[in-house]
């Protein structure tokens, strides 16, 4: 079955230790998210990958970088980890497209990340 | 800004009907989604509008008011496992299709 990948899905660190969460996608979408939910909150958008191109929102903070070596895998680096990023890291794709149902974004089953 | 709002909670009995409304205020709408999340869980997409009107789907409806800004999500013959979040995302057109999400609406769905 095509489907979006996260690995690991729970993942425990330490205050300022650098971690990486990875996706993986075998539906071959353009495009590839990241979003960090916390308890009760929305999904809010970290960056995303049309293609090759990277695009970050306004207000994701330097300590998060991502990359995307190919189609398939998108990570996620967080350098140096605080309390506040404790949260759900959710991957999702996309078909790319401006009309329809293009913009579905189909998710992954998420990283939670501890922070200790 | 981007500002959508939905109810934070809301109770119902098994199979009863439980109508889910979402209000936004975006620019550059380009659809409205509605997405089902578990606890733990990621979203699962439920439905799109992008034209006014209904969008039946099983006991899923969606409902959409351009004009008002007004989505609504209805749920039929409700059983246990419809306990969730229900997320409310419009597609705005930013040079790209971003989805802006509500915060969710968390369904409890008691015998």
């Known amino acids: 079955d095509a489907m979006v990948i996260q690995n690991p899905r729970y993942q425990v660190t330490q205050f300022g230790k650098p971690v990486t969460l990875s996706c993986s996608q075998t539906?071959?979408?353009?495009?590839m998210y990241w979003y960090q939910q916390k308890s009760s909150q929305a999904p809010k958008l970290l960056f995303h990958y049309y293609d090759k191109d990277f695009n970050n929102e306004a207000d994701t903070p330097d300590n998060f970088q991502s990359r995307r070596p190919n189609t398939s895998f998108c990570f996620l680096d967080i350098r140096s980890p605080g309390l506040g990023d404790a949260a759900m890291y959710l991957c999702a794709t996309s078909r790319g497209g401006t009309s329809g149902l293009a913009g579905e974004q189909f998710f992954g089953p998420g990283t939670r990340l501890t922070v200790l | 800004g981007q500002n959508i709002d939905q109810p934070t909670e809301m109770t119902a009995t098994e199979g009863a009907i439980v109508q889910i409304n979402c209000t936004y205020q975006t620019s550059g709408f380009n659809g409205l989604f509605w997405y089902q999340q578990h606890a733990g869980e990621a979203p699962t997409f439920l439905s799109y509008n992008v034209l006014d009107g209904l969008e039946e789907k099983g006991r899923f409806s969606s409902f959409l008011s351009r004009s008002k800004g007004y989505s609504y999500l209805l749920l039929k013959e409700l059983q246990m496992k419809d306990s969730a979040s229900y997320l409310c995302a419009v597609r705005i057109d930013t040079g790209f299709q971003k989805l802006v999400f509500g915060t969710g609406t968390r369904l409890l769905v008691s015998p």
């Open positions: 539906l071959n979408h353009n495009v």
